[in-house]
């Protein structure tokens, strides 16, 4: 038996070892794989024609500064006013445990500068992270619960918004391979809604 023993340390090591680098690799294809279903350009066409409450909406996505991690430009827009986006963004995609991963939200300066760069994404490569600004406390937590879907949201109250009379802001995400869903909404101080949809989410399909 003790012969045997230093051969079955030796059995467990490298079993180990195995193991961690599979997990390694399994979490590396879950974070591309978020980040493939959220790149690309997106509408809420299809939504607006069931329900005239809901606006056509377009949404883009589009890597940058691909050697510095996973950011993703964002531009939002009604279709037909899309060289007059209402929101433009910079998403830096991570994983954060074994089971979540967030999206933390940047703003830029001067977003007039960038309007329609999601055409071009290599027009970022001018600027880097020093230049935008992280909205503390906007950044959405997501939780993989199926191959190509994710569910998160923000927290409850940590988003920080001004806008319409609103204390903060609060969305709710869903992630497919062919479609994000969007729930964005304000609150006053006394958790009164203020803005954003009221029926439910928006549903944005993927266009390319």
């Given at each position: 038996?003790?012969r045997?023993?230093?051969?079955m340390?030796?059995?467990?090591?490298?079993?180990?070892c195995?193991?961690?680098?599979?997990?390694?690799?399994?979490?590396d294809?879950?974070?591309e794989?978020?980040?493939?279903a959220m790149?690309?350009?997106?509408?809420?066409?299809?939504q607006?024609?069931?329900?005239?409450?809901?606006?056509?909406?377009s949404?883009?996505?589009?890597?940058?500064?691909?050697?510095?991690?996973k950011?993703l430009y964002?531009?939002?827009?009604?279709?037909?006013?899309?060289?007059?986006?209402?929101?433009?963004?910079i998403y830096?995609?991570?994983?954060?445990?074994d089971?979540?991963?967030?999206?933390?939200v940047y703003?830029l300066?001067?977003?007039?500068?960038?309007?329609?760069k999601?055409k071009t994404p290599k027009?970022?490569?001018?600027?880097?992270?020093?230049?935008?600004i992280?909205k503390?406390?906007?950044?959405?937590?997501?939780k993989?619960?199926?191959?190509?879907?994710?569910?998160?949201?923000t927290?409850?109250n940590?988003c920080?918004?001004?806008?319409?009379?609103?204390?903060y802001?609060?969305?709710?995400?869903?992630i497919?391979?062919?479609?994000?869903?969007?729930w964005?909404?304000?609150?006053?101080?006394?958790g009164?809604y203020v803005?954003g949809?009221?029926?439910?989410?928006?549903?944005?399909?993927?266009?390319?």
């Open positions: 038996m003790k045997l023993f230093p051969f340390v030796t059995l467990l090591i490298i079993s180990s195995k193991n961690e680098t599979k997990t390694d690799v399994d979490s294809n879950e974070l794989e978020l980040f493939t790149k690309g350009s997106f509408n809420s066409e299809v607006s024609q069931v329900d005239s409450s809901y606006y056509n909406i949404l883009h996505m589009y890597p940058i500064w691909e050697d510095k991690g950011f964002v531009e939002q827009a009604l279709n037909q006013m899309q060289n007059k986006p209402y929101r433009q963004r830096e995609v991570t994983r954060t445990s089971s979540t991963f967030s999206s933390a703003m300066d001067a977003d007039s500068l960038w309007i329609g999601w027009a970022f490569d001018s600027i880097s992270l020093k230049d935008i992280l503390e406390g906007c950044e959405v937590v997501l993989r619960v199926a191959p190509k879907h994710y569910i998160g949201k927290g409850d940590t920080v918004s001004t806008m319409r009379g609103a204390s802001a609060r969305s709710e995400v869903e497919l391979e062919d479609k994000v869903i969007s964005d909404r304000g609150f006053d101080a006394n009164e803005w949809a009221e029926k439910g989410p928006y549903i944005f399909n993927k266009l390319d």
